[in-house]
C-alpha cells in the first residue's frame, strides 16, 4: 500500500512540474509579444500607453 502512495505522490509532482513549466513557457512567450508589440509601437512612434 505504502508503494501506491508513493507512486501517487511522485506523479502528482510530475504533474505540477509539467503544468508550471507550461505556465512559464506561456508567461515567456506572452512577454515576448509585449517586447515586440512595445517596439513596434515605439518605431511608429505610437505612445506608449497606447500599446499596453
Excluded: Y
Excluded at 509539467?18 to 508589440?37: D, G, H, I
Excluded at 509601437?41 to 499596453?52: K, M, T, V, W
Aim: no cysteine; glycine share 2%; charged share 25%.
Amino acid at each position: 500500500m505504502r508503494n501506491i502512495h508513493n507512486i501517487n505522490q511522485n506523479s502528482d509532482t510530475v504533474e505540477n512540474k509539467a503544468r508550471s513549466l507550461m505556465v512559464n513557457k506561456q508567461r515567456a512567450a506572452r512577454n515576448r509579444q509585449q517586447t515586440v508589440f512595445s517596439r513596434s509601437a515605439a518605431e511608429i512612434g505610437l505612445n506608449p500607453e497606447i500599446s499596453e
